[in-house]
C-alpha cells in the first residue's frame, strides 16, 4: 500500500473517531436539552422567558402520593388560576413581580381561587436543591397558614438561576423571618427534615405528565393562558378575563 493511501485511511479513521466523539458528547447533552429546550424565549411586551422541561413519564403515583396543590382564596371563586412555577426559575420570578398584586386583589374580591404546584425543573436541569428545599420549605409556611407572604417573599429574594441559593436551609429559614408568625420551631424542623419532598416531587411527577413543558404555566379554569407571542397576558387581560368568568357564573 502506498505511502499516500495510508496516510488517507488513517484520516478516514481520525475523521470517524471525531464524529463518534461529537455523538458521544450530543447524547450527554440531551437531557439538559430536553429540559430546557432553548433555554428562553422572550415574550413580547410583557418581556417574560419560559423554561422548557420534558415529561419523562412519571406518574404521581411513582412519588408515594398524588399531587395536591397549594390552594390560596376562595373555595367558592368563579375562576381558577392553576399555575405550575419553580423558585429558580427566572421568568416565574419575574411573572410573580408582575402579577401577584393582581392576583391576590382578585382573590380578595372573591372572584379567583390560585392552585400552586411547586416543580423542580431547574434543579433537574442544571442541578442542585434549591427548587425542591424552597418548594418545600414553602408547604411547610402552609402548614402555618403563611404561604402566600412566604411565597411571595422567596420570589422577591430569588437568586440568579445559576446560584443555588435556596439549597442552603438556613437561608430559608432566615428568610421566614420576615413573615410574622413563621419562625416558628415547627416551620424550622419541617425545612430541615425536607418534611414535604414526597409532596413537591408528586407536584412535579404531575406537571412532568400534564403535557405542559414551561414554567410558568398558568391555566385559567383549564386554558392555557400564558406565553402566546401574539397575545401576551398582562394585568389587566388578567383582571378582564377574570371579571368575564365572574360575571357569566
Known sequence: MSEKNRAGKRAARERLAAERAREQAAEKRVRLVKVL????????????????????????????????PVVQGPADAPAVLTVYEDFRCPACGQFETRFSDTVHALQDEGKLRAEYYLVTIIDDALGGDGSLNAANAALCAEDEDRFTAYHDLLFANQPP?????FADKDRLIELAGQ???LATEAFQ????N??????????????????????PTLLLNGENIYGD?????????????????????
Open 161 to 165: 438561576e445559576q446560584d443555588d441559593a
Open 179 to 181: 413573615v410574622d408568625g
Open 189 to 192: 424542623e419541617c425545612v430541615r
Open 194 to 215: 425536607g418534611t414535604h419532598n414526597d409532596a413537591v416531587a408528586a407536584m412535579n411527577a404531575h406537571f412532568e405528565d400534564s403535557g405542559y413543558n414551561a414554567t
Open 229 to 249: 407571542r401574539s397575545e401576551p397576558l398582562t394585568t389587566d387581560s388578567l383582571r378582564r378575563r377574570v371579571n368575564d368568568i365572574a360575571a357569566a357564573s
Open 37 to 68: 429546550g432553548s433555554a428562553v424565549a422572550v415574550i413580547a411586551v410583557v418581556g417574560l422567558a419560559g423554561y422548557f422541561a420534558a415529561g419523562n413519564g412519571n406518574s404521581d403515583a411513582a412519588n408515594g402520593e398524588a399531587a395536591e
